[in-house]
């Protein structure tokens, strides 16, 4: 397979992964023409420059169980397990690929003025840009164009099977950047920041199993 064949089915593919990447609204969708994404989880990790940012605003991050992470000086990380997920990689044209998934458990962002707490998360992808909603600090808040992905920069690991079979996928190493709205919502909180829209906070990480729809 041809690199940018691979990068395209790869990007494809990512989409009911990437969709469970943060907090649309009532969680997966039963519609039979998206597939299935099972067995999934997702992994974020943000780099130094990130931690520095935190560290400096004396901001720390901690996960809501089941969710599970730590953080360091180094950066930190939190993975979320996915209870349900459903998706269409459009490989034809991956652009139009979209997905909607659920998250377990949940993250707190704390610092002395006070804490930004997201939970029962639910989310959709369409294209490259993450939207959603979750409950923030107990109230429902519809979060729209949290995070934006170049799925393309990440790397797609998938064992090949027949045509219509279920498979085992995993999209590694694919940059995260705020949006416009979120990187607002991050400062009204804690205050102005070194962050823009083009900084890549870090790399996120997403597994599962795909099964298409029935033809």
């Known amino acids: 397979m041809s690199a940018t064949r691979r990068g395209i089915i790869g990007g494809a593919l990512a989409a009911p992964l990437l969709a469970c990447l943060t907090p649309t609204a009532s969680g997966a969708s039963a519609n039979p023409k998206l597939g299935r994404v099972s067995d999934a989880w997702v992994d974020l990790r943000w780099n130094k420059h990130t931690q520095d940012e935190l560290d ?23 993975r979320f397990p996915v209870r349900s997920a459903t998706g269409d990689p459009s490989v034809d044209d991956p652009g139009r690929a979209r997905g909607t998934a659920v998250l377990e458990g949940g993250l707190v962002l704390r610092n002395p003025a006070g804490e930004f707490r997201l939970s029962d998360l639910v989310s959709s992808l369409e294209g490259e840009t993450v939207s959603g909603e979750a409950t923030v600090n107990g109230l429902v808040a519809a979060l729209q164009s949290v995070f934006t992905f170049t799925v393309g920069e990440g790397r797609l690991d998938a064992v090949p099977v027949p045509s219509g079979r279920p498979m085992r996928i995993q999209v590694v190493g694919v940059p995260m950047r705020l949006t416009e709205a979120s990187l607002e919502v991050f400062e009204a909180t804690f205050g102005p920041s070194n962050l823009t829209t083009k900084t890549v906070l870090g790399h996120l990480t997403a597994g599962g199993v795909y099964t298409p729809p029935e033809p």
């Open 56 to 78: 400096r605003l004396g901001v720390t991050v901690e996960p809501v169980a089941p969710a599970t992470g730590n953080q360091n000086s180094g950066g930190g990380r939190v």
